[in-house]
């Protein structure tokens, strides 16, 4: 008999039908009511079990997350907690589970840690399940959002073999043997011996790449992983994670702004629309955790609730400039709260943001032009020479989630830039040729894909929201 | 005034209103006809140009590829070849383009070598512009197949610490120095004090991740960057490329031959349905490149001709053993022309795929049921105790497309193969537990992204189905 997804069961259910269904045991009560779930919806199903009809040595494998397979009659469900259940006429172990063997999950909460060490199965709690199914819906709304509008798709390069990105520190990719490696006549390493015939690294960012495309095809993105090789051991950074970079030929820093607060606000809708009864969990499970913490240190507002404050409200928008100002006259700056110096030329610092966000606006808050000094190169040059048409977008509880920027579009004014940063024309070629011949004014920004993922699931930690994260000292699964 | 894209001035000509388009231009003739592209559809749109209105200097300026902001009454047009035009009352230069500054890039038929070199300015052509948007479509027609289907998309790790998947060569990726990393006593690099805390490498494949996840949410695809280290040289290899693999609970090798012939037709079917004229294009160009080779070696099909037709059919599909037996009595084999032996046993090389798709049954074959000598240690033994569930999607023109299986779910059989080809249990330790605690019968398979997009667009080289090529001593850009 072929099987039925549970999801499908519990959406249309042919009451009286004799159905077979297979996943894994979520709970089993009283040697008579299994709750299971197979992976397609966080509900379970209800399965009746009548001891006399099942072999008892069928019953002893009943266990939590074994996996089986039961054909019976669905039937509405007797008890409260479910519109339906089945009646099990058999029951096949596909896959035992055993305490006794050294399975180390266990039908009880467990901590954060002990379920990263264990993400060959963590993927079968309530919690990360819902996790994973919401990740993918913000993984397929980024590229329906995108495909809606007529953006194009483009995979840009992993390996990369240039250093010129300036995003922070890589990782080196080689075939080179690295206990001895081919050396030239003064010692160094011989790079044109490795595979790619110069030395290369994994990418940071695929922006530079990316504006190429636009300057052929208009409107692109990507959507890729990127990497650091920073020893950043904190709950908001991963060595290897997920980006998304649109790139928007003929796009100023204005409609630049416009497109992230509408990309971000889909992402967010999509998955209340589409994902409600995995947000509803994931709500509890936050509400619980903040219920433990002392009450000053809890979030305003409740996961959902922060979802549709988000959007329904347009993002604040204002400068460097003003940023600088509101924190100047704040009570933690006056009473010297801040760890970090407020001042014009001063990067903004996490708790700066975070009063912006938090305190001040109590919204989304998008920050523009941006001391140039502190800023990457490539981001243009404002009419008042002393700031560049940078953004950031910054989100309550995770700071900032999309960086961006209109590009330098100005073949002479990048050419001064790179030279005054160090960096050899050579190395960007092709990124001066794209202002040289055929160029036009163009804007981009990356949202940190994990970040937006924590954001709408509430989970504290990023190493929560990849399925196998990368970090200092963990390169585990 | 606000631009609009040209796709959609096509698509809903509002006839009479002005309108700015902004775009490159991809012909001038004879002082007086503008054909603007700005990437939004294969389509250009053509300015008329009166030379009294516009600036002299302006007009100099344009020129092959320059970028220009165009505004002026959309009208119908007088000439053939185009519903409508635009007559030109403003032209702005955004990007001037000029040949005696260097633009290397010419209105006629260049090499695709040539093009390669200058990928940064090759997606401006009408051959890769085309290529590109179907690529783009390719990619969504994926996400939407496995979204639609209730599947859920992982991110599996790039950076991996297993060297057990068994496919190839790989990359390695470290943070120590290179010309002097740190040693152990022996004099070996001691990869303790390496990022992660030990020897990593490039993911050559996503699937033993993916496993995990298909063995929680039921129905899961990965479609990430994938990576060999291996010297190829040839039009058929990447060093860099994205796969697919999609992973299901409860499959057997039925469903999963059933899964992959449903998913590649639909991919078919989603550029057919919606990037005809994307394709048609490309039809034309591959016509073209045909009709310059002698006719034995011209394809049988068209491009078009040949996509109807591979969702018309229903694929063959055939075991190894039958693979071998007509191989044995073909023409090619009585005449000894087949350049690697036939004999039980023995791999499927590209001469024989090719035999079997293009001569004896002339449509995509799935051949399954291989000897376990010649396939991976992770697919399911068959009763025979000779061949395994594994299969091979294999298209007309580039071969397999698709390697998959049913995975090896009993772990005392599993734990056995891995000894006899010298796997240590401790590398592979969570996906011997998968089989140990919950296991349940699953399989997938790996679709290689750039073949099909090759198979799609028919473009014979797969360097120019990728916008940035990664292959032995080239990682430009």
């Known amino acids: ?170 990782f080196h990719v080689t075939t080179l043997d ?49 990497f650091r090789a920073e020893n950043s051991n904190t709950p908001r950074h991963l060595a290897e994670f997920w980006m998304i970079e649109p790139e928007v030929a003929f796009n100023d820093i204005v409609d630049n702004m416009d497109l992230a607060e509408e990309f971000t606000k889909y992402l967010i809708n999509y998955c209340l629309e589409n994902h409600l009864a995995d947000l509803e969990l994931l709500d509890k499970r936050l509400a619980e955790e903040q219920n433990a913490l002392p009450k000053d240190k809890r979030r305003a507002m409740g996961l959902i609730e922060q979802l549709r404050f988000v959007v329904d409200n347009a993002f604040e928008r204002i400068t460097y400039t003003e940023a600088v100002e509101i924190l100047m006259k704040s009570k933690p700056y006056k009473e010297k709260k801040f760890e970090f110096p407020v001042e014009w030329g001063s990067d903004l610092q996490s708790e700066h943001e975070r009063y912006l966000v938090e305190k001040e606006f109590k919204k989304p808050v998008i920050v523009r032009n941006y001391p140039k000094e502190i800023k990457a190169f490539y981001m243009r040059l404002n009419d008042d020479d002393k700031t560049v048409a940078a953004m950031d977008v910054l989100f309550p509880g995770i700071g900032e989630v999309i960086g961006g920027s209109q590009r330098e579009d100005r073949h002479d004014l990048l050419v001064e830039r790179i030279k005054a940063i160090g960096i050899a024309e050579e190395e960007l070629w092709w990124y001066l040729q794209l202002r040289k011949f055929g160029g036009a004014p163009h804007a981009g920004f990356g949202l940190g894909f994990e970040r937006m993922v924590q954001f709408i699931t509430g989970m504290s930690n990023i190493r929560d929201v990849i399925a196998f994260p990368r970090t200092p000292g963990n390169a585990e699964f």
């Open 1 to 170: 008999m072929r099987r039925i997804e549970i999801a499908k069961v519990l959406a249309q259910p042919a009451l009286d039908d004799t159905i077979t269904v297979m996943g894994w045991v979520r709970a089993f009560r009283g040697n008579r009511f299994i709750a299971l779930n197979d992976g397609s919806t966080p509900h379970t199903l209800q399965i009746v079990l009548d001891a006399e009809k099942i072999d008892e040595t069928i019953i002893k494998k009943i266990k939590f997350h074994a996996c089986l397979s039961i054909t019976g009659q669905l039937v509405a469900s007797q008890g409260a907690g479910q519109a339906v259940e089945i009646l099990a006429e058999s029951i096949e172990v596909l896959g035992e589970c055993n305490p006794e063997d050294g399975y180390m999950m266990q039908p009880k909460v467990q901590t954060m840690e002990f379920l990263r060490t264990n993400a060959h199965f963590r993927m079968r709690t309530n919690t990360f399940s819902s996790v994973f199914r919401l990740r993918h819906a913000i993984a397929f709304a980024v590229h329906k959002f995108y495909n809606d509008r007529g953006f194009f798709y483009i995979h840009t390069p992993i390996i990369t073999g240039s250093d010129a990105e300036g995003a922070g520190e890589m």
């Open 178 to 226: 690295t206990n001895s490696p081919p050396r030239l006549e003064d010692g160094s390493v011989d790079y044109t011996q490795d595979f790619f015939g110069k030395a290369t690294n994994l990418t940071v960012s695929g922006q530079l790449q990316g504006e190429i495309a636009a300057l052929a095809l208009g409107k692109i993105y990507t959507f890729g992983p990127t």
